[in-house]
Each structure stands twice: as structure tokens, then as C-alpha cells.
């Protein structure tokens, strides 16, 4: 059983909107703090986002104000809600679970390609 | 949030033992104890392979260690192995409460 699985990527066009989810299983999701973490073709991984498990958030620069995270502990899963997208937002985005401060489960990523 | 500053590249011979630094600020590394490095092999998922600056997870070879010095974090790998080859990120939570990668270094075992 692999424990977290992202789904919702594929092509948008710049100006579009996109919801990414996360499904989470084999741990009490609802006591974990959350992240999204993206990484564009051929770059380094950059950190997206964060929701603790009170549901508090917080966000990269490069996406605040377009970009939400939520969750739904009754169905142990993580979304990440994107608008008001640009090329620069092509990446494989992935989910991970954060072990106070540190990610120590990721997901395998799902691609979203943004593009006219 | 800038990120870490780590080297483009590092290679060794296989048996041989390197470092990967990671350069932050007094804002970041030096003011909080929880640097993480990563391990990426081509097309996979990120691995967690050390945290809070020196610790590793029980799954993790013990050929992987994490150590810090003021605003510098550092990976060792020791025997190295041609499995190695990977890249390589650190991390750590910053004071603006967020968090941030480093670049980046790309290991090639010769």
C-alpha cells in the first residue's frame, strides 16, 4: 500500500485553474502536517506550501494569493487548489508528510503542464 | 525564501567518501536544528535520508551521515556505491516559518 498518492495534474492553459489531490492511507493523517512541493523539468525541488494538522497554512511567496491548500481528514486527503496559473507552475508536484520539520513520506508526484 | 546554497556537482570513486555542503544564513540553518537531506535517483520520488541535522531514519544506510557547522550543513557519504548516483537536496525550516531547498548537487559515483 503505497501511502500517498497525487492525482489531478495534466495540461491547463496559462490563466487556468487547477486541483491537485492527495490521498493519503496506513497513518493518521489527521495528525500530520501536510506539504506540496514541486519541482520544474530539469530544476531543484522548491517548497510550495504547508497545513499543519489545526489547519493553519502557509505559503511560498511564488504562489501566494493564487495558490490554496486544504485537506479532509474525513477522507484523508490533501488538495492543493491552483489558479491564475503560469508556465513558470510546470512541475511534477508532490505531497509529503511533514515529521516536525522534516518530510519523511512522499508521494510519486503528478505533472502539471502549463501551456497555451 | 532563498534557497541553500549547495555544489552543482560532486563525483568520487566507488569505496571513496565525499561531502555535499549546504550554505544558509543565520535566519535559516544556523538559528534552527532541522536540516533534512534528500536523495533523488532520476524520475523517482524524493528520500529522506537524514534529519535534524545528523539523524537518520532506521531504514537508511549507516554510510549516510549529516553534521553542521555555524551556517553549514554538511552530507557524508562514506564506501561509496555505484547506487549513490543520484542528487542530492538539504533543507531547513526558516524563521519566516517556512521552509527551503537548496539547489541542489548531482553526485556521479566514477
Known amino acids: 500500500e503505497v501511502p500517498l498518492v497525487e492525482s489531478g495534474g495534466g495540461l491547463v492553459q496559462p490563466g487556468g485553474s487547477l486541483r491537485l489531490s492527495c490521498a493519503a492511507s496506513?497513518?493518521?493523517?489527521?495528525?500530520?502536517?501536510m506539504h506540496w512541493v514541486r519541482q520544474a523539468p530539469g530544476k531543484g525541488l522548491e517548497w510550495v506550501s504547508c497545513i499543519k494538522s489545526d489547519g493553519s497554512t502557509i505559503y511560498a511567496d511564488s504562489v501566494k494569493g493564487r495558490f490554496t491548500i486544504s485537506r479532509d481528514n474525513a477522507k484523508n486527503t490533501l488538495f492543493l487548489q491552483m489558479s491564475s496559473l503560469r508556465a513558470e507552475d510546470t512541475a511534477v508536484y508532490y505531497c509529503?508528510?511533514?515529521?516536525?520539520?522534516?518530510?519523511?513520506?512522499w508521494g510519486e508526484g503528478t505533472t502539471v503542464t502549463v501551456s497555451s | 525564501q532563498s534557497a541553500l546554497t549547495q555544489p552543482a556537482s560532486v563525483s568520487g570513486s566507488p569505496g571513496q567518501s565525499i561531502t555535499i555542503s549546504c550554505s544558509g544564513t543565520s535566519s535559516d540553518i544556523d538559528d534552527y536544528k532541522y536540516v533534512s537531506w534528500y536523495q533523488q535517483h532520476p524520475g523517482k520520488a524524493p528520500r529522506l535520508i537524514i534529519y535534524d541535522v545528523t539523524n537518520r531514519p532506521s531504514e537508511v544506510s549507516t554510510r549516510f551521515s549529516g553534521s553542521q557547522s555555524g551556517n553549514t550543513a554538511s552530507l557524508t557519504i562514506s564506501g561509496l556505491q555505484a547506487d549513490d548516483e543520484a542528487d542530492y537536496y538539504c533543507?531547513?525550516?526558516?524563521?519566516?516559518?517556512?521552509?527551503?531547498f537548496g539547489g541542489g548537487t548531482k553526485l556521479t559515483v566514477l
Open positions: 496506513g497513518f493518521t493523517f489527521s495528525s500530520y502536517w
Open positions: 509529503a508528510r511533514d515529521k516536525y520539520y522534516h518530510l519523511d513520506v
Open positions: 533543507s531547513s525550516y526558516t524563521d519566516s516559518t517556512a521552509w527551503v
